[in-house]
């Protein structure tokens, strides 16, 4: 999947909130318990501890900040009514759109200490203005906002609606720059809040659901760090494994390596090296149809499903040829992102793979054996000048054939 699109690998858990508008149409669909008010509680405080096990401080900063305005508002600290509530989810939607944008560290570190304090600081200060200067400030809405917005509602809803539309649209954009579970969760309980702001729902489901979009928010977090590479993006190892216990009847495994790839290393630094890595993973997926994975190292598998296997093998040679052809370029010096060694800047850096593949046949029904065929034919990729595709085939006269990816 390009780069661009990586935030709809995500979309799933800001797709939960797009179904609430549509829930009463949905007669299996049962909301009921997100009404029971211990139920809150629980789930917080279950996304709290999860964010400490996971050492996640945004989703810990997230699940305190729903608790303080869950407990607040259940003590009778804090006005659970519209003129009240509403100002809290707003001030809640923007922090959650600030939490997003920062990094996440120890959830009990100092610096997730210090957002907490602030954070508490502005309930308290948004409290003591509410309290002063409450009616003064609705009565100065409500003269200033056009007629047209303020005809069919109350001026405690409208201010506060805009600020969440505000972080709602700052929350997206970061979504889609910077995709992942977190950021997805924190969008998520933003659109929440503008959700609970508009239509008036109490705070109880607005806590269960947010506690629940958390979870799963981490739960999405463990995913990722058991199988996805976190350099290239790419399925990993342990993925592969799990996907070759039923790979179907008719597939093709290809594994592919970057040659020489120990002496780039050692010539450009590791710096380099990644930055070759995740090439090499954007191009394969570009150029190939079925799973990519990130073998080890710097060698991918490709699962390819189906009879096709002429063009199986005419994709992998197509691909061999792209790579070799591409026009890779050191970074300038000054880039944030792979600085590399100074003085070599612009120069244009020559990749070639080798590939091995293999076909499921009568002879390799067993996934191993099918493995084992595609790291022959990739031996025999190297051993034959690299930089083609070696393809393992049945009859015993001839192992393999290989062709050339220049």
Not at 67 to 78: C, E, F, K, V
């Amino acid at each position: 999947m390009p780069s661009y699109l990586q935030w709809l690998r995500f979309f799933w858990l800001p797709g939960l909130i797009l179904i609430l508008p549509f829930a009463h149409y949905l007669p299996w669909l049962d909301l009921g318990p997100l009404y029971n008010k211990q139920l809150p509680f629980f789930l917080l405080g279950a996304a709290l501890v999860l964010s400490v096990l996971y050492r996640s401080s945004r989703v810990a900063l997230a699940a305190g900040l729903f608790l303080l305005l869950y407990a607040a508002t259940s003590l009778g600290l804090l006005p659970e009514g519209a003129q009240g509530l509403p100002l809290y989810l707003a001030l809640m939607a923007l922090n959650l759109m600030l939490i997003a944008c920062a990094r996440d560290r120890g959830a009990l570190s100092l610096i997730a200490l210090a957002w907490l304090l602030v954070l508490i600081a502005q309930g308290m200060a948004l409290f003591l203005l509410q309290e002063c200067c409450g009616p003064l400030s609705r009565q100065f809405v409500l003269e200033n906002l056009p007629v047209w917005v303020s005809e069919d509602r109350d001026a405690s809803v409208i201010l506060p609606l805009l600020v969440c539309v505000a972080a709602a649209v700052g929350a997206s954009l970061l979504f889609i720059l910077f995709p992942g579970p977190t950021v997805a969760g924190l969008f998520s309980c933003t659109l929440l809040l503008g959700y609970g702001i508009w239509t008036g729902l109490p705070l109880v489901p607005i806590a269960s659901a947010a506690g629940l979009l958390l979870i799963l928010s981490l739960l999405g977090a463990g995913y990722e760090f058991a199988f996805r590479d976190a350099l290239t993006g790419l399925l990993s190892r342990r993925a592969f494994y799990y996907h070759m216990l039923a790979p179907g009847r008719h597939y093709s495994l290809a594994m592919i390596d970057i040659d020489h790839f120990k002496k780039l290393n050692d010539r450009f630094g590791h710096q380099t090296g990644d930055q070759v890595l995740r090439m090499v993973a954007g191009l394969i997926n570009r150029h190939t149809t079925g799973r990519t994975f990130r073998f080890g190292g710097e060698e991918f598998a490709v699962v390819i499903p189906g009879r096709d296997r002429m063009g199986a093998e005419k994709a992998l040679g197509h691909l061999c040829g792209k790579i070799a052809a591409y026009p890779m370029r050191l970074r300038a010096a000054g880039r944030l992102r792979d600085r590399m060694i100074p003085g070599r800047s612009g120069q244009r850096i020559k990749v070639t793979v080798s590939i091995g593949l293999a076909h499921r046949e009568k002879s390799l029904k067993k996934p191993d054996a099918v493995l084992k065929a595609a790291d022959l034919a990739l031996y025999k990729a190297k051993r034959s000048g690299r930089n083609r595709l070696c393809v393992h085939v049945e009859a015993r006269d001839q192992s393999t054939k290989c062709k050339s990816g220049t």
